[in-house]
């Protein structure tokens, strides 16, 4: 037999012998005369007494007992029944204020709107537009193929002009500039358009410097890109080129990065599976840098540290705080550790590249759990995101870290999603006698100069890959077009170009307000499932805020407002969180009824019996008294 099956069989047991002891007692109650029991004779009775003089009977004949009831008509008293009664209603007013105090606090949750508003359509955001800026006197082949390819491109909604604003001379003038120049002249120029349109310019060109075999599709740092026609192409080449390079922006613009990335290997993936991993709910990462010396050697100058303020947090991540502030905050801390050595295998030699390396199977084991990477992430409510600089010992040194094709790391690291990523420095030192220490002057170099440089881009690359895009920009031809080629802008120093943070904003968002969805149905169903769950009023409080923000995300979605629609739907998902693990869930959330009941039976059901029991007793009593008493009063009465 099951538990619960056993738990009903015992209660309906107790149930049925409460019912029957108390109809047993009613009926005696409305009894009040005795009777003689069953099968007696009252001859044999009478004969019993008289054998030897005493009286052997227990019974009494019904005379008797009536006048031992009916005390000669007086009325009983109340007292004791009083007392009794009292004691009762005492112990049966303490019962609901017992439950009452032991019961759960249960705020109301809006089910119903959860479930209305996890039914809706995901976030979305309107197709961003794209303005192809064309010259008015640019031949007819390139103006059908550019309206040919806007006509097929579904990726963003794409028009194609011929400017009023923009002359053909002013085109060709920017053409024969450099791509440096031609960013800065699209990102300073204020146009009546949409604050998050983009726009593709073409450009005729004559001077192959600025243009590469064919036609070059030109990313910018901005909300701009332009592609460079290479004067003397035939005009299908130019036409096919100009075809593809419409929907290839657009698809740029809309995903933040332009196809696959060369570089990418198995172990370090391009686009992170979850854009919402790397940073908190409420849109906050501590990223935190950290210079290991695995192995310091102070006679040989193998100890390095370096200027975090000036050289790190002021040139390189302020750029990219400040360009990432609409995806959320960014705080930034160094440390410098020594002693923390790899926890892997150690590194093999390799003759060919004169160098130890790393295979790309170690690298799971190479960062040590017992480094000492301590952070203020706690105090600040931020996700960490942990940018090691590895500068191994002196005697495995250079080394090389291997991709799973055993070919090396262009950036000499590798990323660990949702914790960070590694970056191997090779110092001056590796592989020769070391620097004379007396002479330097101190025991301690500085990561500095191109080294630094090479570092921080390495690092900044990892840090694109976390947040879901490509190492690096795109640079090399990555379309099936012959004669098409894309190249991209550097964004120096900050790292991140503003239509690529876009899309991180966009996508972001839409991962945030299905999330904040999923926790908060997840959540009405545990609440419907669990009616002795404690729901305080902070945690229903926090639901409703979650449903008002999410409303609101979805307003500014379909109204085009980016950053409005970021805001709150990083608000909604921090909200519905909050609601979710609500620390007083968790605390009752093993206190049910039965559990009361297990508790408290046991210790108040031995008092309880007695006192309703003794009650019972009283009112029959009292009862039987009246009775008999009224009945010797209306005898008396006829008598006379």
């Known amino acids: 037999m099951a538990m619960d099956d056993m738990e009903r069989f015992a209660t309906t047991a107790l149930l049925l012998l409460v019912i029957v002891r ?48 009916a005390k000669g ?45 996890t039914a809706t359509p995901p976030l979305a955001f309107a197709a961003p537009v ?29 028009r194609v002009t011929a400017h ?19 960013d800065q002249w699209a990102n300073s120029r204020g146009d009546d358009e949409d604050e998050y349109d983009y726009r593709l310019m073409f450009l005729p060109s004559e001077d192959d410097e600025y243009v590469g075999p064919g036609t070059t599709l030109v990313m910018g740092t901005g909300r701009a890109a332009w592609a460079r026609l290479r004067a003397g192409a035939d005009d299908a080449t130019t036409a096919a080129a100009a075809d593809a390079s419409v929907c290839l922006a657009a698809e740029c613009f809309v995903l933040g990065r332009c196809g696959p ?38 006679e040989r100058g193998h100890v390095y540290s370096w200027r975090f303020g000036p050289d790190i947090e002021h040139r390189f991540l302020a750029h990219a705080s400040f360009a990432l502030k609409r995806l959320g905050r960014f705080d930034v801390e160094g ?166 943070v876009d899309a991180l904003v966009r996508r972001r968002a839409a991962a945030g307000h299905r999330a904040a969805m999923d926790s908060l149905d997840s959540l009405a169903a545990v609440v419907k499932a669990m009616p002795e769950m404690d729901v305080p009023k902070a945690l229903a409080e926090a639901v409703g805020e979650s449903l008002v923000e999410s409303k609101r995300a979805r307003e500014a979605a379909e109204g085009g407002m980016l950053e409005d629609a970021a805001h709150h739907a990083r608000n909604a998902h921090a909200k519905a969180e909050s609601a979710f693990f609500h620390p007083q869930i968790i605390s009752l959330l093993y206190f049910p009824a039965e559990y009361k009941l297990a508790v408290y039976i046991p210790l108040f059901l031995p008092t309880l019996f007695p006192l309703f029991t003794g009650l019972m007793w009283d009112v029959k009593f009292y009862v039987r008294r009246m009775r008999c008493a009224a009945e010797h009063r209306r005898r008396a009465g006829k008598a006379d």
């Not at 109650?29 to 004779?41: F, I």
């Not at 992170?272 to 935190?288: I, K, M, V």
């Not at 020594?338 to 060919?352: I, L, M, N, Q, T």
């Not at 330097?440 to 170099?445: E, L, P």
């Open 335 to 500: 440390q410098v550790l020594y002693h923390a050595k790899s926890a892997g295998e150690r590194p093999r030699w390799d003759e060919a590249r004169n160098a130890f390396v790393t295979p790309a199977r170690e690298l799971p084991f190479f960062v040590d759990s017992e480094w000492s990477l301590d952070t203020s992430a706690g105090e600040l409510g931020a996700k960490p995101l942990h940018f090691v600089v590895y500068a191994p010992p002196a005697d495995e040194c250079p080394l090389l870290v291997l991709r799973e094709d055993d070919t090396p790391s262009p950036a000499n690291g590798f990323v660990v999603p949702g914790w960070g990523g590694v970056v191997v420095w090779n110092p001056p030192t590796c592989g020769g006698e070391g620097r004379n220490v007396s002479d330097a002057g101190r025991d301690t170099s500085y990561l500095a100069g191109t080294d630094l440089e090479r570092v921080m881009e390495a690092a900044v690359g990892q840090l694109r890959q976390l947040l879901g895009l490509s190492p690096s920009p795109p640079r090399a031809d990555i379309t099936d077009v012959e004669q098409l080629a894309v190249r991209s802008v550097p964004a120096s120093p900050a790292g991140f170009a503003t239509w690529e």
């Open 73 to 117: 008509g007086a009325r009983p008293g109340r007292k004791r029944l009083l007392v009794s009664v009292s004691q009762a209603v005492l112990a049966l007013l303490a019962v609901p204020v017992w439950w009452r105090t032991t019961a759960i606090v249960r705020a109301p949750v809006p089910v119903r709107a959860i479930a209305t508003e």
């Open 164 to 182: 009023p604003g923009i002359h053909a001379d002013w085109l060709r003038e920017l053409a024969g500039s450099s791509d440096l120049d031609v």
């Open 261 to 298: 990335d060369p570089d990418a290997s198995h172990s370090n993936p391009v686009v992170s599976t979850d854009p919402l991993s790397p940073l908190t709910p409420d849109g906050r990462a501590l990223l935190s840098f950290t210079l290991a010396n695995a192995s310091p050697d102070r």
């Open 130 to 158: 794209v303005h192809v800026t064309l010259p008015r006197d640019e031949s007819p082949s390139l103006v059908s193929a550019v309206l040919k390819g806007a006509a097929r491109c579904t990726a963003a909604d794409v």
């Open 22 to 69: 108390l109809v047993k007692e009613i009926k005696g109650v409305l009894e009040p005369l005795p009777r003689w029991p069953a099968g007696a004779d009252p001859a044999s009775i009478v004969a019993r007494k008289g054998k030897d003089g005493s009286d052997s009977t227990d019974w009494l004949t019904p005379e008797e007992e009536f006048e031992r009831w």
